[in-house]
DNA sequence: TATGTCCTTTTTTTT
DNA sequence: AAAGGACATA
């Protein structure tokens, strides 16, 4: 079973003394040796199943191993395993402990969206950056552990007072709707673990060996966790590597490596090295980028896989040119190689990008898939959907009700919910309770009344169904009660309105064939869909398009050939991350960006670039100069760009003459 | 009082 | 593109 395993891949696998941390460059084989591992737990050491805990950082992650688990295994021995994100995880332990922390079990989960809309009506008068640095700030005070009144013990000045008032009252808040955010997925459970050794013991046992994937981009809340389920003794493998940390923005933080080995003495540790993915060139470009980092230690990776072709670095006129740049020179080395489009991913800093590389490939006619950027359940329409199914779970929620009575429109607007609003702030009974109360007839004009009241039934018709009837048919009524297709074509453009219920009708035969493969009424799939996204319910059919993504959504992936666009000062790097540790964890994110090739690697950097509505001049990113050593090989664009554009053109169509003849 | 329309501005990365 | 804000209309 672990004859094709190299040996420190196996001694990774094998090593079940104590605590492990296996440091894994990129394309080293640490997803083989996690999931071997697993498998080897399960076949050799007599491991149930059931008690194998493997923490991924995706969805999509979790779902590919236990998919690749599973072919390891005998029939359906996967299945028991937990294998999720933290926060799946937080969410199914909070799920079944909710009462000892005040919660009812069919809480919502808000999204940041929702969330930060929630602190908004919470801090005064925000402009938009302020309330991103306030949900920051709170983030942070979460991860590490703060509570409010901590929070305010600490604060240094009168804003970080300010902002711990709002933290108080956001949490207030937050437990008033019976809600809770991402970070609380993480810190409740600590916080039980911490407090109950009853319901701490119980999940020990439970959960007796873990495995921790992507490590170095865990945060402070979640090694907590990890170490309380892990035990004293360190029941674990944790699988990381710290020049992949590309989290820290969002609260990662690279130091948990250093601090495994000062909480656990004992802690193995198990290099890998050797890197199964990319040429020679690609391995010694990224060691020489990341070389310019302080690092824990000089690891370089190396490779057997032949010096390959040449990096390429391309020097385009404009962001548009760069895209139809990329677009051509896919489309002629596919048509060289005969390779498929999914041989090539186009990698870049930010979502906005992917806009006029989407235009170059629609115009070149060339399949592409997004990935990053929106995800399906960011949608409005999903969210409305999204809305209902949150009311029916949960009354309290505040917003969901705010979102549901005013989606369709049914003749509330902003004075009714705001007259409702007093009357159930008085009382202290949530929105929707508010409606059944005597006193809110005083406080409303029949007019509006009505449609409340109405809308109060409706909802309470479907959550009194929907603790038995199958999702499916329910879902059905729902949009036709509602008549939200109606109402769509109504409110958009014929266009928008079409793709806008297509997305609907994928959601709810989703959300259906969900139900019905697992048995689940509406109420408990509507209590995992806020975690969930696109990736993770379809798509990845194999699906033969170019790949467009992050840099960020691109971690783990890899493909044969690599665009990486707008390798440029202020953009790779970001112009907010110019200094001290951001920049390092840009250039990280370069490092990323470059192992994700496996054979062709072409950066591109523009001279100028279109920032809303004018052009901003742009210089080639450092990294270039870091990773140059002369083995790169770099061209330029002819001195006129229309010509160059008129030749690209002409090329294309050739090819597609070609192709078509 | 509710709702639709026509402006504006915007872009870091995501569980 | 899309979300939020000011204004017009029913």
Redesign the pocket.
Known sequence: MLSDLNPPQREAVKYLDGPLLVLAGAGSGKTRVITRKIAYLVKECGFNPRHIAAIT????AAREMRERVGELLDGGQAKGMTIS????LGLSILRQEARHLGYKPRFSVL??ADAQ?ILSDIVKSPD??SL?RAAAVISNWKNALLDPEAAMQQAGDEVEVQLARAYLSYQTTLKAYQAMD??DLIRLPLALFQTEAEVLGRWQGRLRYLLVDEYQDTNGAQYALMKLLAGPVGRFTAVGDDDQA??G??GADVENLRRLSEDYRRLKLIPLTQNYRSSQRILEAANRVIRHNSRLSDKNLWSELGIGEPIQIVECKDDRHEAETVATRIDGHRFQTRNRFSDYAVLY????QA?VLEEAFRSARIPYVLS????FF???EIKDITAYLRLIANPDDDPAFIRAV?TP?????????E?LGHYSADRHVSLFAALFEAGVQATL?AK?LQPLLEFGEFINRLALRAEREPAGTLLQDLLAATRYET?LY??EDDR?ARTRWENVGEFVDWLTKKGADEGKTLIELSQTVA?M?LLEGREDAEVNAVRLS????AKGLEFPHVFLVGVEEETLP?R??LDGD?LE?ERR?MYVGITRARRGLTLTWCKRRK???DWLPCEPSRFLAEMDAGEVSRSGQPADPEAARAAGKQRLADLKAMLGG
């Open positions: 950082f995706t969805n999509k994100t933290f926060h799946s999204d940041a809309a938009k950056s991103r991402f970070d590309i989290y923005w969002r800093r930010g979502n906005h806009r990053g950027g929106q995800s960011d949608r409005a005013t429109r049914r003749g509330i607007g902003p004075a009714s919910l007259r004009p509006q109402w109504d409110v928008v975690l996204n992050t840099l960020h959504a970001h907010e991350c951001r964890e994110l920032r809303g509505q």
